[in-house]
């Protein structure tokens, strides 16, 4: 069956470092990966989306790799700041233009002052 | 972006009752979907809502469990039926975006069945 894992210990960093969250997935071929930040109490909030032919993508301090031969996605955030404390969640979508893409379960991340 | 809103943002509710979750968009869309979040799981489908027809169910989802209704391109409900404390979770209402098969989503409702 299809599987996304997303390491469900919180990962502790100190401010200023680059915090490397990464999501496996397993019995999926997705046409995109998406990444989302999700705060206490809120809904998800839409942050990247990287398309299966696509290696890295960038927006500010953020950067998300896709690698489909070892189905992995690796999100970076660099010079990391306490407000970056979230819980982030990778998201796969299918081919064939499918709007629904399904969720991992997220991982926590804290960033300490 | 779109902007969601949704109410109630929490409720109690005793088993065997019934709750209906609002889901207000600030702009026309034709798909609006409905997740649950238990705790510590990822977000699952529940249904696609469009308007005009019938809501469409994910499998483990049925209408009588859920019923949907989708009487404008701005509004959505989820009425959570004959609740048991396995309904706790929070409830979320999405739409797509313009581009980029993103989502947005509303802010949840909170639901506990005692």
């Known amino acids: 069956s299809q599987k996304i894992e997303q390491n469900s210990e919180a990962l502790n960093i100190q401010e200023g470092k680059t915090a490397t969250l990464t999501c496996n997935y397993t019995n999926y071929s997705p046409a995109y990966l998406q990444w989302y930040r999700q705060d206490p109490g809120r809904g998800p909030v839409f942050l990247l989306l990287i398309r299966e032919n696509e290696k890295e993508k960038r927006k500010e301090r953020l950067k998300v790799t896709f690698d489909t031969t070892l189905k992995q996605s690796l999100f970076h955030i660099t010079a990391s700041q306490p407000a970056d404390s979230a819980t982030y969640l990778c998201a796969l979508g299918a081919s064939g233009g499918s709007y629904i893409p399904t969720f991992g379960r997220g991982t926590s991340l804290i960033v300490h002052p | 972006s779109a902007v969601i809103s949704q109410k109630p943002s929490r409720d109690i509710c005793q088993r065997g009752t019934s709750l209906t979750i609002q889901c207000q968009v600030d702009s026309q869309v034709t798909m609006m979907f409905w997740y649950r979040q238990q705790p510590g799981q990822s977000l699952t489908l529940i249904a696609t809502a469009n308007q005009g027809s019938e809501a469409t169910y994910e499998s483990g989802f049925v209408i009588d469990k859920f019923p949907i209704s989708r009487p404008n391109l701005t509004f959505s409900t989820l009425t959570v039926s004959n609740m048991s404390p396995e309904d706790s979770s929070i409830y979320l209402c999405?739409?797509?975006?313009?581009?980029?098969?993103?989502?947005?989503f509303g802010p949840g409702t909170r639901l506990t069945v005692t």
């Open positions: 999405s739409v797509p975006g313009q581009r980029s098969y993103e989502q947005y």
